[in-house]
């Protein structure tokens, strides 16, 4: 209804078009990367890792109207990642409102808008530190999580000797056993432990 009320005519309709076909191209060179620099690595994680759902008009209109703009766009690209991580993944931001943050940065660009206002506007979707740092500390996650939680941790200690990342392909293993009818286990450590409640406590730390 909306496009009806907006494009009327042929001359219209051809133009929008066109325009969809330019944007479909940026679309999925952002969705679809294979950039191995940083930036790709960011858009990676984002979409491949965290599922994101919201970012992407945010990094396609900055493609189009920051044309050129390589270090304000790869900034972008981080900052997405870090409040969608911060904010969603850890803090439990609702879809609705980080949707809605994300969607207003797109126009926000569109209307002539620059990075620091933009990371002023996604910030609205941030937590404090604190609060991130605690729910690290308690909360428990899914599989995905953890890996990318680990994975980043691993690679931010390899970019201080310049070796290779970590690549997509982590597994998990459990420190302390599942089940802990292990005898082995026992006797290795206190007995508090053995306790079903201080297990649960630890297992998925």
């Known amino acids: 209804k909306a496009?009806?009320?907006?494009?009327k005519t042929d001359k219209q309709v051809t133009e929008y078009l066109d325009t969809l076909?330019?944007?479909?191209v940026i679309y999925n060179?952002?969705?679809?990367?294979?950039?191995?620099?940083d930036s790709g690595y960011y858009l990676k994680s984002l979409f491949d890792d965290l599922k994101n759902d919201?970012?992407?008009?945010?990094?396609?209109?900055?493609?189009?109207?920051?044309?050129?703009?390589?270090?304000?766009?790869?900034?972008?690209?981080?900052?997405c990642l870090d409040v969608f991580f911060r904010g969603k993944t850890i803090g439990g931001k609702s879809p609705g409102e980080v949707g809605r943050c994300f969607a207003t940065s797109a126009n926000?660009?569109?209307?002539?808008?620059?990075?620091?206002?933009i990371k002023t506007e996604l910030k609205k979707i941030d937590?404090?530190?604190?609060?991130f740092q605690k729910s690290i500390e308690l909360d428990e996650f899914g599989t995905n999580v953890v890996k990318y939680l680990l994975k980043n941790i691993e690679n931010k200690s390899k970019s201080k000797l310049n070796s290779k990342r970590v690549v997509n392909t982590t597994t998990l293993e459990h420190i302390m056993p599942q089940t802990i009818q292990n005898t082995d286990w026992d006797d290795k450590t206190s007995k508090s432990f053995v306790t079903t409640n201080d297990h649960r406590k630890y297992l998925d730390r």
């Open 54 to 79: 919201s970012a992407q008009s945010v990094l396609l209109n900055a493609q189009k109207f920051w044309k050129g703009n390589l270090k304000d766009i790869n900034a972008l690209t981080k900052i």
């Open 21 to 24: 076909l330019i944007d479909s």
């Open 108 to 117: 926000l660009i569109r209307s002539g808008k620059n990075l620091s206002e």
């Open 127 to 131: 937590i404090s530190d604190p609060v």
């Open 3 to 7: 496009i009806s009320e907006k494009i």
């Open 29 to 37: 060179q952002i969705v679809n990367s294979n950039r191995e620099d």
